[in-house]
């Protein structure tokens, strides 16, 4: 099934050409279910065979993600206080957590934007609460550039050194979110040391 939609994606791409890399990591930034792994790995190993080059490959999927996480982030801006503060209640979300949401941002969300492009079914919606707090856009944009330049040059590389090895690629990405998951752990403890300290 995984060596399937895999081999769909990598005749997407070489078909689309580098828009496609562009289009479907913009598509996988908003609420649309395509994995990154499934974009930026095929396009690591068509690099990989001479057919792509792997700069540009990174490149326009940084910038997919920041146009993906920038439509989320204006689609909140614009209607997700309205939307919440008169729907909220059916879902459970009160008007004092979306206070609570927005000064959280307002003051941890160059970090939490950061962390969030790294975490694995969080990424996609991370930039929405951002937008909910209307976050400043040049510091989410920052961030977001950050987190997804990170995430989009370790796909890419796997996708150049292991593509032709399915077995090793998901290993190697097991460990390497794993690793992800426990720095963000030790880094987000970190800074939660140094505010209070600050704080006190």
């Not at 690629?169 to 600050?198: D, M, N």
């Amino acid at each position: 099934m995984f060596a399937d939609i895999v081999n769909y994606i990598v005749e997407t791409i070489g078909s689309l050409g580098y828009i496609g890399i562009f289009v479907l990591m913009f598509l996988e930034s908003t609420v649309f279910p395509i994995p990154s792994e499934v974009v930026i790995i095929p396009a690591g190993y068509l690099a990989s065979k001479g057919e792509m080059n792997i700069y540009i490959v990174i490149l326009l999927g940084v910038l997919g993600s920041l146009g993906g996480a920038l439509f989320n982030y204006y689609f909140a801006l614009k209607f997700g206080r309205t939307f919440l503060l008169k729907y909220g209640k059916y879902f459970l979300v009160s008007e004092k957590t979306i206070l609570k949401t927005e000064l959280f941002f307002k003051e941890h969300g160059h970090i939490s934007t950061f962390s969030g492009r790294l975490i694995p079914g969080l990424r996609h919606y991370i930039s929405l609460p951002a937008g909910l707090a209307q976050m400043n856009i040049s510091v989410f944009c920052i961030y977001t550039i950050l987190g997804a330049t990170v995430w989009v040059v370790i796909l890419a590389l796997l996708g150049y050194f292991l593509g032709g090895n399915e077995a090793l690629i998901k290993e190697y990405l097991r460990y390497l979110i794993v690793g992800l998951l426990l720095f963000l752990a030790v880094f987000g403890f970190i800074y939660y040391k140094r505010v209070k300290k600050k704080g006190n």
